[in-house]
C-alpha cells in the first residue's frame, strides 16, 4: 500500500501538483459503553479503514477521501481535480512552512490495550460505579467509557512518512437530581489524567469509587442549596471548569485559522489581531500558557501532526504577553506575509485532522496553563475575602470572536472572609475575554495543577471532533460577575 | 432503488439468520458528500468522501448491543464479521430492565421522493458560479467571502432478521451559507439557503439580502447599545436555534422522563406558549428532508406539538417508550420534520421589516451564535448575536449595534411576550456534518418579534 501511495503521490506531482499528501489509516476502532441507571444503553463498537488525499495546486487544497482502496488511483484524481476547481478563486495562493523530510513511528504510551480487555470486565467496572452511585436523592445516574485506537500511515510528497498507533481512553461518572421546585441538577467527575500513560491500566476503580461518593454527597449538598447569588465577586475556579474556560478563550482564540478568518462562516473568528503578537496584554502576569503536545499521557499528544511535523512545546503567552499561537504549515506562511514581518518560525505542529476523511486543520494539543506560587487551594481561599469556588461545567457560550463568555456550573461555594461557605445552586459567571484573564490575581502551586481532557471538540466544516487536553492549577479571579 | 444494496442486505440477512437465538438489525448508511469552503474570497478547500456506514445491533432477549464500520459493497465478509461481532458482545452485554422491541417491517417500504438527481450531481463549476452570482459586486479589499456549497446525497436502507421487508430512503440535499466580513471592523452580514432540489437554488436571493446587510453596515458606525429590555424581531436563522432546542429539551418523553425537560406532563393540553405559536412536526414538508416512515416502520403522519400556543404532547422514540412503558410515537427518526407556522403579520424580507412604521426601537437579531442550556428545567438558554445584528429604531433609522448577549427562557422567548408572527415562512437547512450525513431543516416564520427581553451583556467591540 505504502509503495502504491507514492507512486500515485509521484504521479500528481507530474501533473502539475506542488504537494501531495496521503493519510492511511490501516484501522482506527472504537468501543463505546454507556449505563444509565443501571442499564447497559449503549454496548458498542466500530472498526474503519480507508484514504485521505490532500492535493496542493497552483495556491489552492483538493482533498477527496474513501473507504474503498480498490483503485486509490481514482482518490487521487479527484483530489486534484478539486483543487484545480478550488484554484479558479485564489486570492492568496497557499505556501507551506519549509519542514524536515522524517521516516519516524509514534505509538502513545499504553500498559494495556482497552480492546484485549473483555467486554465483561469493562461492563463490570460500570456496574460497580452504578452500584455506587445509586444511593438517596440521585435521580439519574450514567457511567461512561470509549475508548479508540488508530493507526496512521503518513506519507507526502517531500520525503516524510511517518506511522502513528494511537490509543485513547476516555470515561466519567454523572449523577442528577431533582431539588424541591422539580429542578435538575447534576454532577460529574471525569477524571483527569494521572501517570506517563493512556490505556485501560487509567481507569483506576479505587479512584472512581472514591470520587462516585464525593458527587453524590455534593449533589446531595447542592438539590437543599440557595440559588446562587446575583452579584460581584472573586470567583475560584477549579480544575473543573478553568480546563474549559482555558479552551473557549484562550485556545479557540488563539488558533491561527481563526485568526486569519478561515473559520467565520462557521465557528467564528478571534478578537486577536496579527498586531497582537508580543504585545497584547491578554492576562495578568501571573498567566503563562503554553501549547505542550509533549505531555506522554494526554490525548493532545500524538507524536507528529498531519502535517508531518514532529510535538512541540511552545509558549502562548509569557507572563501575560501574547507571545503564540496554535498553528500549522499554511497558515504561519499566510501570518508572516500578511503581518510584514517574522511572527513566527515555521509551524507549531498543530495541524490535525478527525479521521481519514477529513482535511487537517489547527487544531489545540495541550494548552496548559504553569502553576503559579500562589499556594494551595486553602491558601488561596484564606486570601480571598468575597468569592466563590466553582467547578464543573454545565453549559459555555461563547462570542463569535471569542471576545466574551457565559458559563454555568454544577456547583459554588460562597467564600466569605477567606472561609469556605454553603454550597449554591444554579451558579454562573460570565465576562469579557482580556478583561477576564486581566483579573487573575492566584495561581495555584503544583499541587493544585491537573490535566484535564476534551473528548469531543468540535471545529471546521465538514465538521471534526478533536481530543486534546489542559493542564490547569486553580486561579482566582477578582471582580466577576455572577449569578446572571 | 439500488439492486446492489438490496442484495447486499438480503445477503447480510441471510448470514445473521444463521446466528441461532439471535436477532439482528442492519441499518445502512450510504453519502456522497461534497462541500467547498470559501475564506478570504478564495475557495480554502474543495472535498468530497463517499462513505458507506454499516450498523450492525444484535438483540438476545433484554441484551442489545452493535457494531459499526465504515466499509463498501465489495467487502461482504468484512460486513459478515461485523455481524459476528455484534452477535459475540450481545452474548457478554448485561440485560436491560426492559426487553428493547426489534422492529418488524410487514412491507418493502422504498421513499425516493425528496431525491433530486440533478441536485446531487450538480458540479464543483456550478458551485462556484453559485457564489460568484451571489457575492457579485460584493466583495472588496476589505470586505471577504466566507461560506460554504455542501451538497450531496444520503441512501438510508434497513433489514432485519424479522422480516425480509426493506426500508429505503434517499435524499438530496443542499446548504449553503454565505458570509460577507470586514477584515479589520471585524462586522460580519450572513444570507443562507437550503435546497432540496436544484431549482430551490437561488443566488439572487442571497445577493439580494446581503447587499441590504451590506448597505446597513457600511453606512453605520456600529456601537454599543445600553443594557436592559429591548423589544427584539429574531429572524429565521436565529428562531432555528430556539426551535432545535426547544425540540432537544421540551417535547421529548425520554428527556422529560429523565428530568431534562422544561415541559411537565401536568402541561398538555394546556396554554404553556403564545397563541401565536403552532409547530408541528410535518413529515408531508419536502423542505424538512422528511422520512414518511420512521426507522421502526411506524408511518408518520403530521403531528402537532404547539397549536396554538397549547402544549399537544410528548413524543416518544422507540427506545424511550420500551425503557418507560408507553407507545413510540413514529419519531424514532433521524430528525423530525419541525414545522413553524406563519402567523398574521405581514413581512418577507429584512428591506420590509426595516421600511416598516414601528412603535418602538426593535432589535434585529438574525442569527444567535453558540447557544447552550443554562438550565434545561427551566429552559433557559444563552447565547450571542453575530451575523447581520440591527436596532431598528423608532423614528425609522437603522442602527448597527455590537453583538450582545442573550440569556432568557424558550417558555419566555415563545410565551406572552410574542408581539407578532410573520406571515411568511422559510426553510432553515440545520444539518450538521458531524459524523453521518443528515440534512436536516425547519420551516420558520421568517420572523418573530417579541417584547421586554432582557439583554444581559452587550459588547464594545466586535
Not at chain 1, 471569542?402 to 477567606?418: M, S, T, Y
Request: hydrophobic share 40%; proline share 4%; aromatic share 8%.
Amino acid at each position: 500500500m505504502r509503495k502504491q501511495l507514492q507512486q500515485q503521490i509521484e504521479r500528481l506531482k507530474a501533473n502539475g501538483a506542488l504537494y501531495v499528501d496521503a493519510r492511511w489509516y490501516p484501522f482506527e476502532e472504537t468501543n463505546y459503553l454507556l449505563m444509565r441507571n443501571g442499564n447497559l444503553k449503549a454496548t458498542a463498537a466500530s472498526r474503519e479503514s480507508g484514504l485521505g488525499v490532500r492535493v496542493l495546486y497552483k495556491g489552492a487544497w483538493g482533498f477527496s477521501a474513501s473507504s474503498d482502496l480498490s483503485s486509490p488511483g481514482a482518490l487521487f484524481d479527484h483530489a486534484l481535480e478539486n483543487a484545480r476547481v478550488a484554484a479558479e478563486r485564489v486570492t492568496f495562493p497557499v505556501r507551506l512552512a519549509e519542514k524536515d523530510a522524517i521516516q519516524a513511528q509514534f505509538t502513545s504510551p499504553c500498559q494495556i490495550n482497552p480492546f484485549e480487555v473483555p467486554l465483561a470486565e469493562k461492563v463490570a467496572f460500570l456496574q460497580e460505579m452504578d452500584q455506587k452511585l445509586n444511593q438517596p436523592g440521585v435521580f439519574q445516574r450514567v457511567c461512561d467509557m470509549t475508548f479508540m485506537r488508530k493507526q496512521i500511515v503518513f506519507v507526502d510528497s517531500e520525503g516524510s512518512e511517518i506511522e502513528k498507533t494511537i490509543t485513547e481512553v476516555f470515561g466519567g461518572l454523572q449523577v442528577s437530581g431533582l431539588d424541591s421546585q422539580g429542578e435538575s441538577h447534576e454532577r460529574s467527575y471525569v477524571p483527569g489524567r494521572r501517570g506517563d500513560t493512556r490505556g485501560w491500566e487509567t481507569f483506576d476503580l479505587q479512584a472512581f469509587g472514591q470520587h462516585a461518593d464525593r458527587i453524590v454527597k455534593e449533589l446531595n449538598e447542592i438539590l437543599v442549596a440557595d440559588q446562587c447569588p446575583k452579584d460581584t465577586r472573586s470567583v475560584i475556579l477549579l480544575p473543573g471548569i478553568l480546563f474549559l474556560q482555558t479552551h473557549e478563550t484562550i485556545g479557540h482564540a488563539l488558533e491561527l485559522d481563526r485568526i486569519l478568518g478561515y473559520e467565520l462562516a462557521y465557528a467564528g473568528g478571534s478578537f486577536v489581531t496579527l498586531k497582537d503578537f508580543g504585545s497584547l496584554r491578554y492576562g495578568s502576569p501571573k498567566l503563562t500558557v503554553r501549547a505542550d503536545a509533549t505531555a506522554p499521557n494526554s490525548p493532545g499528544s500524538f507524536g507528529y501532526d498531519d502535517d508531518g511535523i514532529p510535538a512541540q512545546d511552545n509558549l502562548l503567552i509569557d507572563k501575560g504577553i501574547l507571545v503564540g499561537a496554535i498553528t500549522g504549515r499554511q497558515m504561519v506562511e499566510e501570518a508572516n506575509i500578511k503581518a510584514k514581518r517574522q511572527i513566527f518560525n515555521g509551524s507549531s505542529g498543530a495541524n490535525r485532522a478527525t479521521s481519514f476523511y477529513r482535511v487537517p486543520i489547527e487544531r489545540m494539543t495541550n494548552i496548559n496553563i504553569d502553576a503559579g506560587q500562589d499556594g494551595t487551594l486553602d491558601d488561596i481561599v484564606a486570601n480571598t475575602p468575597n468569592g466563590i469556588i466553582l467547578d464543573g461545567a454545565r453549559s459555555w457560550s461563547i462570542g463569535s470572536n471569542r471576545e466574551q463568555f457565559h458559563f454555568a456550573n454544577e456547583i459554588g461555594w460562597l467564600v466569605e472572609d477567606g472561609k469556605v461557605g454553603p454550597v449554591v445552586k444554579n451558579a454562573t459567571y460570565k465576562g469579557d475575554t482580556v478583561k477576564f484573564w486581566n483579573s487573575l490575581s492566584a495561581a495555584g502551586d503544583p499541587s493544585t495543577w491537573s490535566l484535564e481532557y476534551v473528548d469531543n471538540c468540535g471545529k471546521g466544516q465538514p465538521n471534526q471532533v478533536m481530543q486534546l487536553g489542559h493542564g490547569v492549577p486553580v486561579c482566582r479571579f477578582d471582580n466577576v460577575t455572577i449569578g446572571e | 432503488m439500488n439492486e446492489r444494496i438490496v442484495q447486499t442486505l438480503r445477503d447480510l440477512r441471510a448470514y445473521a439468520l444463521t446466528k441461532t437465538g439471535l436477532d439482528v438489525a442492519i441499518y445502512y448508511h450510504e453519502e456522497d458528500s461534497h462541500l467547498m469552503r470559501f475564506a478570504n474570497s478564495a475557495i480554502s478547500l474543495n472535498t468530497n468522501e463517499h462513505l458507506i456506514r454499516l450498523q450492525i445491533t444484535a438483540y438476545s432477549g433484554q441484551k442489545r448491543a452493535s457494531y459499526g464500520l465504515i466499509t463498501d459493497l465489495g467487502k461482504l465478509d468484512e460486513m459478515k464479521r461485523g455481524i459476528d461481532m455484534a452477535c459475540e458482545m450481545v452474548v457478554h452485554a448485561q440485560p436491560l430492565s426492559y426487553k428493547p422491541t426489534i422492529p418488524l417491517f410487514t412491507e418493502t417500504f422504498v421513499d425516493e421522493s425528496a431525491y433530486d438527481e440533478t441536485l446531487a450531481a450538480i458540479s464543483g463549476e456550478e458551485r462556484l458560479e453559485y457564489f460568484n452570482d451571489a457575492v457579485k459586486g460584493l466583495e472588496t479589499d476589505q470586505v471577504r467571502l466566507s461560506g460554504i456549497f455542501n451538497n450531496g446525497s444520503t441512501i438510508i436502507a434497513q433489514i432485519n432478521t424479522r422480516s425480509e421487508h426493506i426500508q429505503y430512503f434517499r435524499f438530496s440535499d443542499a446548504q449553503i451559507s454565505s458570509v460577507l466580513a470586514h477584515e479589520t471592523l471585524k462586522w460580519e452580514t450572513t444570507a443562507e439557503q437550503s435546497a432540496q432540489k436544484k431549482s430551490d437554488l437561488d443566488p439572487s436571493r442571497l445577493h439580494h439580502d446581503l447587499a441590504f446587510l451590506l448597505d446597513c453596515y457600511q453606512n453605520n458606525t456600529p456601537r454599543q447599545i445600553p443594557l436592559g429590555r429591548y423589544d427584539i424581531v429574531f429572524g429565521a436563522i436565529a428562531l432555528s436555534e430556539l426551535a432545535s432546542v426547544m425540540n432537544w429539551i421540551g417535547f421529548s418523553g425520554g428527556a422529560m422522563k429523565r428530568g431534562f425537560s422544561f415541559l411537565n406532563v401536568d402541561q398538555v393540553g394546556k396554554e404553556v406558549f403564545s397563541k401565536h405559536i403552532t409547530l408541528l412536526d410535518d413529515p408531508a414538508c419536502m423542505a424538512t428532508f422528511p422520512f414518511k416512515r420512521d426507522l421502526t416502520g411506524i408511518p408518520r403522519k403530521s403531528w402537532p406539538l404547539i397549536e396554538q400556543g397549547v402544549f399537544k404532547g410528548f413524543i416518544w422514540m422507540q427506545d424511550d417508550a420500551d425503557e418507560f412503558g408507553t407507545q413510540p410515537t413514529g419519531h424514532t427518526v433521524g430528525h423530525p420534520s419541525l414545522a413553524m407556522q406563519g402567523g398574521q403579520h405581514q413581512v418577507s424580507n429584512l428591506a420590509e421589516l426595516v421600511k416598516q412604521p414601528r412603535d418602538n426601537d426593535l432589535l434585529y437579531i438574525p442569527f444567535l451564535h453558540y447557544m447552550n442550556i443554562v438550565n434545561p428545567s427551566k429552559g433557559v438558554v444563552t447565547a450571542s448575536s453575530r451575523f447581520g445584528a440591527l436596532l431598528l429604531k423608532k423614528d425609522g433609522s437603522v442602527a448597527v449595534p455590537f453583538n450582545v448577549r442573550v440569556t432568557q427562557s424558550v417558555l419566555d422567548i415563545f410565551g406572552p411576550k410574542v408581539a407578532w408572527v410573520s406571515d411568511t415562512t422559510q426553510a432553515v437547512n440545520v444539518s450538521g456534518s458531524y459524523g453521518a450525513r443528515n440534512p436536516t431543516a425547519i420551516i420558520l416564520p421568517a420572523f418573530i418579534r417579541v417584547n421586554d427581553l432582557e439583554i444581559s451583556h452587550s459588547n464594545t467591540a466586535f
